[in-house]
C-alpha cells in the first residue's frame, strides 16, 4: 500500500493515457537508464541533481516522480518539488514495479529527437482527417504530452521535417506510416512498445475508418463521421486537433472501460411492482 506522498502503480496505470495524468518525471541516473532505457509511457528524463530548475514550470500542476526503486533519488527529488510549492508524489516501488508488473513502456530509442525546449516535433500533411488527429493524440497522451504537431502542405513535409528538425509522419516514404493494411495509429503502438487492450481496441476503430473498412469495427463509421464533422467544423488545424484529443479521450475510456455497456430505451421501470 503506497504511504504518504507516494502513488501506487495501479493507480498510475488508470490515469496514464488520460487528460488527467500528472507529469511524470523519471530521475533515474544515467546508469540506471542505461540498463533498461524505456519510459514509463509520458514521461520524460531530468537530472535529479536539477530538478529545482522545474519548479517554475510545474507550480500548480500534480508531478509523479521515479527512479529505479521509488527510494532516495525519487524521494529526495519530489521533496524539493513540494517545497518549491509543487504538488509531487513518488512512484511506489520506482520504475523496476512498473516493469514488473509488465505494464507497457516506451522505448526511448525510438524517440524523436528532443528541441530546444524539450518536445518531440511532428510534422504532416494539413487538414486532418483520421490518422492525423489519432496519432498526435496517441503521442500527447503515450510519448510525449508536450510534443509540438505541425501541419504543412502536403508537398512540404519533409522539407519542413529537414529545415526545422521535426519527424515526419502520415506520408508516404517515410518510417511513421501505413504498413501493409494498418495505419500510422498501429505503427506507433508497435514501435514504440505501447499496447494494450484498449489501445489495440481503439487501433481497429481507427484503421477501419482510415481506410473506409467499417466492417473492421462497427465503431468505425460512427469515428468516420465525427472526424469529417470536426474537419468541417474548424478551419484551424490546431484547433480542430484540440477538438479531436476529447473525441479520442473519449473513444480511448470508452474501449477500456465500457465496451460490456449498453443503453436501453425506453428505459427499464423501478417501479414497484412493474
Not at 503506497?2 to 493507480?11: G, H, K, R
Not at 521535417?161 to 508497435?190: K, L, N
Not at 481496441?201 to 463509421?221: F, S, Y
Request: aromatic share 8%; proline share 6%; net charge negative.
Amino acid at each position: 500500500m503506497a504511504s504518504y506522498n507516494e502513488i501506487s502503480i495501479s493507480t498510475l496505470a488508470r490515469l496514464v493515457g488520460t487528460p488527467d495524468c500528472p507529469v511524470l518525471l523519471d530521475v533515474r541516473i544515467d546508469e540506471d537508464f542505461n540498463d533498461d532505457p524505456k519510459l514509463i509511457p509520458g514521461a520524460y528524463r531530468h537530472p535529479f541533481t536539477k530538478v529545482l530548475d522545474l519548479v517554475g514550470a510545474l507550480k500548480g500542476k500534480s508531478v509523479i516522480v521515479y527512479c529505479q526503486k521509488g527510494l532516495k533519488i525519487s524521494q529526495g527529488a519530489a521533496a524539493i518539488l513540494r517545497n518549491g510549492g509543487v504538488h509531487a508524489e513518488v512512484l511506489e516501488g520506482g520504475q523496476f514495479a512498473w516493469r514488473d508488473a509488465e505494464l507497457p513502456m516506451v522505448a526511448a530509442e525510438k524517440l524523436p529527437p528532443l528541441d530546444t525546449f524539450g518536445r518531440t516535433v511532428w510534422v504532416t500533411r494539413h487538414r486532418p482527417k483520421i490518422d492525423r488527429i489519432a496519432c498526435p493524440w496517441l503521442i500527447r497522451r503515450f510519448v510525449d504530452p508536450k510534443a509540438q504537431i505541425l501541419f504543412v502542405a502536403a508537398s512540404q513535409v519533409n522539407n519542413v521535417a529537414e529545415r526545422f528538425d521535426a519527424t515526419p509522419f502520415d506520408i508516404e516514404g517515410v518510417f511513421w506510416t501505413h504498413r501493409g493494411e494498418t495505419c500510422t495509429f498501429d505503427t506507433m503502438i508497435e514501435e514504440f512498445g505501447i499496447g494494450n487492450d484498449a489501445l489495440e481496441k481503439l487501433a481497429l476503430i481507427v484503421r477501419g475508418a482510415d481506410t473506409n473498412n467499417h466492417d473492421l469495427a462497427p465503431e468505425a463509421a460512427g469515428l468516420l463521421a465525427a472526424s469529417l464533422g470536426l474537419s468541417r467544423m474548424y478551419r484551424d488545424d490546431l484547433e480542430q486537433l484540440e477538438a479531436g484529443m476529447m473525441l479520442y479521450d473519449a473513444f480511448y475510456r470508452w474501449a477500456r472501460d465500457a465496451t460490456d455497456e449498453g443503453h436501453d430505451w425506453p428505459p427499464i421501470s423501478t417501479k414497484p411492482g412493474s
